[in-house]
């Protein structure tokens, strides 16, 4: 059990660059998260995938934004045409089951400048 | 719809003193509730956890936390603080159903005074 990885931890991007990230969960967890954290706030659920469904998606994930698991496995969170107001900590997190909590990765601090 | 509160957004307790972190929800169904820590530039690691079996719950690093529905609370807590608590503490609740995502409280962070 290596723990949830995301690569890269830091990404800094010139506005209206598109951004891509990579969550590699756990690898027996088939439920897997994204999260937003802004400076001072708490995370704010972006989307959820059990294995390879896209079960939910958050009013915050506008069209700019797209999610994949593929096969079940690692996931990507891409952003297109990226806006100042993306800037944030991109967490991902995934568990077995929901009532056993989540591990969180380390996070993908994201500046658009 | 869910919601939770995290009363006080800075603590500072001393060395060696009692830790309490508030948290309060607000849930239509019962909910699963947790604490979590995060470090500086780290993800965040779960404390504990409540999942409607025992109304006090212990957790990691000497942290426990008392469900009490009558006053929709989960607050924590640590007899003793020490240096390496410093962090800030996220609360949140999890509908028990369907996708189990969070709602997280806006977090509290603790100063440990020497």
């Known amino acids: 059990d290596t723990g949830v990885s995301q690569d890269p931890r830091h990404k800094i991007t010139k506005r209206g660059q598109n951004v891509t990230f990579r969550c590699d969960p756990i690898?027996?967890?088939?439920?897997l998260y994204w999260y937003r954290q802004t400076l001072g706030q708490g995370p704010e659920f972006l989307t959820y995938?059990?294995?390879?469904?896209?079960?939910?998606k958050s009013r915050l994930l506008s069209d700019r934004f797209s999610a994949e698991r593929p096969k079940g496995s690692f996931s990507t969170l891409e952003i297109q045409r990226t806006e100042q107001g993306d800037s944030a900590m991109y967490l991902c997190?995934?568990?077995?089951?929901?009532?056993?909590?989540?591990?969180f990765g380390s996070g993908t601090r994201l500046t658009v400048v | 719809a869910q919601s939770v509160t995290q009363l006080g957004s800075h603590v500072s307790v001393s060395e060696g003193a009692l830790v309490l972190l508030r948290c309060n929800y607000s849930s239509s169904v019962p909910p699963y509730l947790f604490w979590y820590v995060q470090y500086p530039n780290q993800g965040l690691q779960l404390l504990l956890k409540y999942t409607s079996a025992a109304t006090l719950v212990k957790g990691i690093n000497g942290f426990e936390a008392e469900f009490k529905k009558s006053e929709t609370s989960f607050h924590l807590t640590k007899p003793s603080a020490h240096m390496s608590d410093a962090a800030e503490y996220f609360c949140?609740?999890?509908?028990?159903?369907?996708?189990?995502?969070?709602?997280f409280g806006t977090g509290t962070r603790l100063k440990v005074l020497a």
């Open positions: 690898s027996e967890h088939n439920r």
């Open positions: 997190a995934s568990s077995a089951q929901g009532e056993d909590g989540y591990t």
């Open positions: 949140a609740v999890s509908d028990p159903s369907g996708t189990y995502k969070y709602i």
């Open positions: 995938f059990q294995n390879e469904a896209q079960l939910e």
